[in-house]
T-cell receptor
């Protein structure tokens, strides 16, 4: 696709439910990042994929959070048993690590609201 | 530890004035440094990207500088406009031995008032 695509754009869920967020990176981009941004806060790193593997998942806040990437392309971020503090905008970015000084492109984000 | 620190955390200026945002980093080895602008409710959009060999790069009213020796970068905004109100994020890319990982600063929240 022309850009990084995230879905859904908005998600309202009840506390305790599971949610799945999707990121479709730019075709050919090998690196994919998940971040979240709570209201009034900066970007918080969650997890980094290189291909299908995740060499850095240090930012996942708890074991309720997991992510996978298949075929070196689409990634899903799953939050189990959602809590109100999970409410945030979840941003995905992709970059072609094979090229020095390449650009990183962000999706528009998924706004998650846990009620 | 690889870190990116931005200052100030927030800034309010009057329309038409200039301002400078700072970014200090400890990332080593360093591949490149980027500045992003993020409007409220939107994803970040790239303003500039600089390698260690570049000292300055301009994009319209935005001028970024980089001192790789002191590991400092600045983003200068000239003749600010109301539309410049946004969060400005400094991102440093680590070297290939660290997988080119992107390390983000917490951002500077700029508010331009009429």
């Amino acid at each position: 696709g022309a850009g990084v695509s995230q879905s859904p754009s908005n998600k309202v869920t009840e506390k305790g439910k599971d949610v799945e967020l999707r990121c479709d990176p730019i075709s050919g981009h090998t690196a994919l990042y998940w971040y979240r941004q709570s209201l009034g806060q900066g970007l918080e790193f969650l997890i980094y994929f290189q291909g299908n593997s995740a060499p850095d998942k240090s930012g996942l806040p708890s074991d309720r959070f997991s992510a996978e990437r298949t075929g070196g392309s689409v990634s899903t971020l799953t939050i189990q048993r959602t809590q109100q503090e999970d409410s945030a905008v979840y941003l995905c970015a992709s970059t072609d690590r094979g090229r020095l000084n390449t650009e990183a492109f962000f999706g528009q984000g998924t706004r998650l609201t846990v009620v | 530890k690889n870190q990116v620190e931005q200052s100030p955390q927030s800034l309010i200026i009057l329309e038409g004035k200039n301002c400078t945002l700072q970014c200090n980093y400890t990332v080593s080895p360093f591949s490149n440094l980027r500045w992003y602008k993020q409007d409220t409710g939107r994803g970040p959009v790239s303003l500039t990207i600089m390698t260690f060999s570049e000292n300055t790069k301009s994009n319209g009213r935005y001028t970024a500088t980089l001192d790789a020796d002191t590991k400092q970068s600045s983003l200068h905004i000239t003749a600010s406009q109301l539309s410049d109100s946004a969060s400005y994020i400094c991102v440093v890319s680590a070297g290939y031995n660290q997988g080119g990982k992107l390390i983000f600063g917490q951002g500077t929240e700029l508010s331009v008032k009429p």
